[in-house]
Structure formats: C-alpha cells, structure tokens
C-alpha cells in the first residue's frame, strides 16, 4: 500500500516541519489530507494558510523523513499514525488540535496501554512527600490493573512512573522532545526501563530538543490520552496545572491530591480543589478507580450492556482471574494463595482461560491477556480515518425530552 | 418582675434535672413552658411526656436551682435564658434540641460575640501540623474581626483558642460540663485566660461532671452559635466530626483544612471534603472569611441592603479604623503604622469615630467599638420568646416563579 506509506512519510515531513498542537495547522490537515498538505508546504502554495506556511518554510531544507524514519528505526522505534491499528482513538477529542504523529519506543501497544491509564503528574521539584504520594499512588494502580501515564520529569514524574513499574503495571512517559533524547539526563536509567517494559511517546521527530513552550503542548496529550489525570502536587503555576485544565476541557476526570497547607507545593492542588466544583479530591487509588472507572459505566447502561466475557467466569475461575498480574507472571501456587482458592482450581481453570484470551504464560507464570478489553475494536468499527471523533455512527440520537 | 425570676429558676431547675438535646424535652417545654414543666415534673404528673418524666425523677431530689444560681455567682457567672438580650437568636435553628439555658462565664456578650465566630475543632490528639494551622487560622480570623468558638479541648480546640486569644480576638469555649470544673485538667490556664478575655458557656449547671454524650451532645450547640465550622484535624471518628454534621444540618457553612493524606488525623477531614459537595476546602483564613461571609451577603440583597456606618467612612478615617484591633486597645502611632496613614489623620479620625460609636478607648489605647454591629436588634424586633424561628415575620415570601 504505496498511499500508506506516502502517508507515514507525510506526517513524519509534517511532524518536522510544523509545530504540534496549533490549530490552523490541524485545519490544514484536516482541509488537505497530510499527503497533499506536505506537496502544497513543498511547493510554497499560497493556499496553505499563511500561519502554517510561516512556521514551515524555514524548516523545510531540513526535512528529510525517511531519514528521521531511519533514526528511529536504529533505537527500535515506531511511527504511529491515525489509522493505525495502535493509534488511541481517544486522540480525536482534540479535535484539530490532535497530534499529527507520535514517536513511540518500547513493547507496549500504545492503544491498549492509554485504555486503562491514569495520567499521574506534578511538580518537578517535588517535596519527599509529593514522591512517596506518586509512587505509592501509581503502584497501588498498577495492583489494580490500572497504568501510569507521565511526563519523564524529575519529581513526582518520575516517581510515578517508578512506582508503576515497581509493581509490574504499565507505564507511559509523554516527552516535549525525541524518544532519543534522553531528557532530562538523570532520568537515562528511567527511560532505559520505560523502552524496556513501557513506552516512550513523542510528537517530536527523533533529535528534538525540549523547548519551554513544547511542555505545555505535550501537556495536552497527556490529558487526552488518559482516563483522567491526577495532580499530586503542584506550585502555584506549575505545568501540572495545565495537564488538569486540559483534561477539564477534554471531558475527562481530574482529580487532585491534598498536602499540608503549610507547604508550597501543595498550593496548586488545593487551588485546584477549590477553584473547580469537578475536581475531586483523591487520597489513595481506590479514589482514583472510582473516578476514572465511572467513565466506562457512564458510557456503558448498565441494565442492557453486553456481559463481558469475565463477568461469565464461574465465581472460582473469576477468583484464578483476578488473582492474576497484569504484568510479570507468577505461578500456579502464588495464584492459589493470591486468589483464596485450592491449588486444584487454579490448575483446572488456567486452560478455559487462556482458550477465552484472558491469561496468558509469561516466562515460567501467568499474566491476565488483554483479549477482551481489545474486543472493543472487533465489535464496534474503527472510527474513519481523517475524523477519528465520528466514532460509534451508530449510536441512535436521544430524542430530546 | 417575678414571672422572669420564675422562669430563670424553672429552667436552672429544669437543665439540673433533665438532659438537654432530648427532642421529648423541648417538646414538653415548647408545649408547656419552663414553669409549668417544672411544677408537672416535681408533681409526677403524668401527663409529661414518661421519657422526659424518667430523666428527672432520679434527678429530682437533688435539684436546688438557688443553689446552683449561688454557686455560679461564686464564679462570676450568669444564667442565659431565652429572651434575655444576650441569647444569640440562632439557637432557635436547634429547635426543639435548643438549649434550655446556658450557664456562661466572663466579660463577653454571648450574642455579640458570636455573631461573628468561627468554630475551630478538630482531633483531640492533633499533630504539630493541626496545632500550627489551628492557632495560625485563629489568629488570622482574629485579624480579620471573626471570633473563634470551640470546644476547650486538647489538640486542635485549644490551639484555636489560644491563636485566637494571642491575637487579641473573642474567642468562646462551649463546654460539656459545669463552667467552674476545669476540663481537662491541663486547660486551668488556659480557661482562667478564656474567663478574664473571652467567654466560657456550658449547658450544666455548676458542678456538673463531663460525660461521653455530653460532648456529642454540645456539639450541636458550637455549630448553631457560628457562622461555619472548620474541621482543622480530624481523624476517621473524630467528635469533630459530628460538629460538621451538626453545621450541615443547620444550614451553617463547613469547612475542612487538608493536610497529608500519610496523616490519620486528616483522614476525617479528606473524608468530609470527598463525601459532602458542600464542604469547601481552606486553606487559610481569607478563604474562612470568604465562606461566612457570604452568609450575610446572601441575606442581604446587595443592591438594597443598608450602607453600614463603616462603608460612609472617608478612605483615610476608614483606614485608620481597619487598623484598630478588636481588643487590646493600641495608641494612634501603632494605628497610623498600621493603617499606612499620618499620625495627624490618626488624630483628627478618632473623634469621629468614636462620636460614630466605631472606636472606643481601652486603657491607654483604642479598640473597634462594637456599635454599629449590635444594630440589628434595633432594627428588628426580636423573635417571640418560645419559638425564635419564627424570625422576620415581615419578610415577604417570593412568588413562585
């Protein structure tokens, strides 16, 4: 499929010639599709509107995708484009604003990780309590199945992601510069790990560097790729602040962390709390379970939803089920003791539930298989390509009461 | 006038013999009057509700109203009863729970020095944390003019009356037990400063010892003599707590001040703010003073609402007025540093003001006079004794719309 490929080339030009983030550059994209925006950028065509002309036209000598493509290829990267099977539909919430590409490193299948994911940020000068709030926060998400998504920076960033991975869950790191541009530098041995078990995630061509006002774009990503976001401590106008304004915006669940009134970096949260009747004030993960878990039984009518196929498990076979990791598998006996089930349900319920795609081996253990949380996409068609926000068509109007 | 007498004596007598909080209680005392539940209650006549008859009987013998009168004069003391010109008219919101009398001790006018009080409560066993935000809040809203009312307890109570008293503010301690039994013991000094400066009120007569639902049950009496309730510290089962509860129920504002969420003695106060949308988060006294403020702002339709002598004050008197604490009068220099003004305003400002019954002297210094405040008295008669709800007969009901 050569139109394919023209097309990741496109948004690999376009994601290095234009900035991320500026509408009039969505519009664009919108109006033209990526490929014949790119020919019309190259051509100096005086259609593109000027703002997005501007912004390219002294980029454009550098421009060199496959090149890019390259680079990434060498640290075993991807190129995510809308359509792809692993692009978050999610994405389109922000309208013209979405990302024309991401850059992504590590195992985790983008799409799969971001549907149970909590965006847990602050303060990149956390205090020692913002620290062990994050980590202990995001571990006790990850116990619950639930991911951590993050900036990569210092403070409560990176203790969230820590705890994440600690606990064996999912983590992903959105950064404001290239997947291979380890920044900030004392975070090299957290990104190691986040390539290793996680995912790396960019709007930015590999070689990027950070600048102040990609943060604040990156931002934006962080809220829309996530359930909801969770401020766990935060200066007066820390970036964090605009991590939660944008998941406000975007609908999605923002919840904030209290600390002792007597301390600078609690101040945001507590502004937050105050200022916004929909900010919720959360002080362990079940707090943030419940917030981030309403959106599915919102979505979702409870009385006529299809039953999931855990919710058929025999209760001890459930047992076997819940009992299990997400990440890291452990073994039959560990399973048995986790769940409180004898050692005989354990082996008789692994087979049934690694034919359903609900466990599968990992190494010498088991782990829980994403298979039914994927079957969204089999059931439902994957929303059109150039609109990702016409999703669900079918979905009948409400009649107006 | 003996009737007063008679009624004074009934309910010294009645709040010997019978527990207060008890709805079947206020009934009988709505239904019959303080005297003639008094007469029936020593007739045995069976005609008083068996519930309120059985509290008393045990009681009876020992009931000596002019003895306990006596033994409060020893004290200095006074009994409040409705009516009188220093019962605070929000006690009415109690109901039938309203308080049959109140025994109090030191210089303060209970109505007064209510009217604008803030209570402060919290943990028993308060952190360093609790202890600090509760004398720094009290201390601030003393600034500010508001009082602080709160429960003489250890922990967070008494941080609040001591921030409070240190700032040169009217604070007032509502015991659950005799106004002459120090309770606890540790407080001696502490209650000899409330009786010299502030206000000690209790709904035992002298003597009478501390008991667990004692303090539940005043409780109800600190949330209806304040504007708002602040919940400082307070872990999951905190008597504080049912203050809170109290104050919804009445319609007052509540508060909770957030600390660490590592922290059980916030645990409480995470939990009203998680469980009541009404409950706002503060973390400072502006934040306080914003909330019960507006109680009088939603009452007063701005527009139409009378300009108050303070509001006709010239900017520079007005500052020089700002500046003059509540209590513990300063001289003009303190005044003119203060107030950011020369001392020859100070000293042209004072006459005026004092004309205005805004300022008075105290010693070699000057203090707010209350006057201007004590006005709606004046301007409205009081409620009818017996049933002070039924407040404002005047006011219109508003069409419904």
């Known amino acids: 499929m050569s139109s394919d490929l023209d097309e990741r080339l496109a948004r690999a030009a376009l994601s290095r010639a234009l900035e991320p983030g500026i509408q009039a550059v969505g519009e664009a994209l919108d109006r033209h599709g990526a490929v014949e ?26 421009v060199a995708p496959e090149r890019d493509l390259e680079r990434l290829d060498r640290v075993g ?3 995510l484009v809308p359509g792809d099977e692993e692009w978050p539909a999610c994405l389109g919430d922000l309208g013209t604003a979405a990302p ?9 299948h983008l799409d799969a990780a971001t549907r149970r994911s909590v965006a847990v940020v602050g303060s990149r000068s956390a205090s020692a309590y913002g620290g062990h709030v994050a980590s202990q926060l995001s571990a006790e998400l990850a116990d619950a199945g639930w991911g951590t998504t993050s900036g990569g920076a210092y403070g409560v960033d990176g203790a969230a992601h820590r705890g994440c991975l600690a606990a064996g869950g999912e983590t992903v790191a959105v950064l404001a510069c290239g997947v291979d541009v380890p920044y900030p530098r004392g975070h090299d041995l957290l990104f190691s790990r986040v ?16 600048h102040r006002l990609r943060f604040l774009v990156r931002n934006r990503v962080i809220a829309a790729l996530t ?11 820390s970036g964090a602040l605009s991590t939660a304004r944008f998941a406000l915006r975007l609908g999605r669940r923002v919840m ?9 970096t609690s101040t945001g949260c507590h502004a937050l709390l105050r200022e916004h009747d929909e900010v919720r004030l959360v002080v362990r993960a079940a707090h943030v379970i419940e917030e981030v878990g309403r959106i599915g039984a919102d979505l979702t009518p409870p009385e006529r939803g299809p039953v999931s196929e855990v919710d058929r498990l025999a209760p001890d076979v459930r047992a076997v089920y819940d009992a299990m990791p997400v990440r890291t598998g452990v073994g039959p006996a560990t399973l048995a003791a986790r769940g409180g089930v004898e050692l005989a ?14 466990a599968r081996q990992d190494g010498g253990g088991w782990v829980k298989a994403p298979g039914p949380r994927r079957s969204r996409s089999a059931a439902a068609p994957p929303p059109a390509q150039g609109d990702p926000r016409a999703a669900q068509p079918d979905t009948p109007t409400p009649p107006v009461a």
């Open 37 to 62: 925006l790119w020919r019309r950028l190259r051509a100096g065509d005086p259609l593109v509107a000027p703002a997005v002309a501007r912004g390219a036209a002294a980029r454009l000598p550098d």
């Open 77 to 79: 990267g991807r190129l």
């Open 100 to 108: 024309m590409a991401l850059w992504v490193r590590g195992p985790l």
């Open 195 to 210: 390539v290793e078990e996680g995912l790396l995630v960019s709007e930015w061509p590999p070689g990027s560097a950070p």
């Open 227 to 237: 359930a909801g976001t969770v401020v766990v401590e935060a200066a007066a106008r």
């Open 256 to 264: 904030a962390v209290p600390g002792p009134v007597t301390s600078a």
């Open 345 to 358: 349900v354990v082996l008789r319920s692994l087979g049934p539930l690694q034919v359903a795609g609900l």
